[in-house]
Every structure is written in structure tokens, then in C-alpha cells.
């Protein structure tokens, strides 16, 4: 029993698995992130264009 408490402790598969939860976790906010900031600048790029083209009651 103390063998596999000893074990038990020593063991780092657990904190692997924390540390790609982690990581996952930080690249999806950087991926949100650059997405949110690229669709501003999108969308302020179609709205020029709109409003350069004729009849766009702007």
C-alpha cells in the first residue's frame, strides 16, 4: 500500500495533461485574439469600399 502511494505521488502524467490543457488554452485566446483584431480591420476595409462606391447613400 505505501509502494503505491509512493508511486501514486511520483507520477507526472496528471500535471502533463494540466500543462497541454494550459497551453491549448493560451494559444486559442492569442488565435481569438488576432481574429477579433483582423476582423475589425476587415470589416473598416469593407466599409470604405462601400462607401467609395456610388449609390451607397453615404
Known amino acids: 500500500m505505501k509502494?503505491?502511494?509512493i508511486n501514486f505521488?511520483?507520477?507526472?502524467?496528471g500535471a502533463t495533461a494540466i500543462e497541454y490543457g494550459l497551453i491549448a488554452?493560451?494559444?486559442?485566446?492569442v488565435i481569438i485574439t488576432a481574429v477579433g483584431a483582423v476582423g475589425d480591420?476587415?470589416?473598416a476595409t469593407f466599409q470604405a469600399i462601400a462607401n467609395a462606391l456610388p449609390g451607397s447613400g453615404s
Do not use: C, P
Open 41 to 43: 480591420d476587415l470589416t
Open 25 to 29: 488554452g493560451l494559444i486559442a485566446v
Open 3 to 5: 509502494q503505491a502511494l
Open 9 to 13: 505521488f511520483r507520477s507526472e502524467e
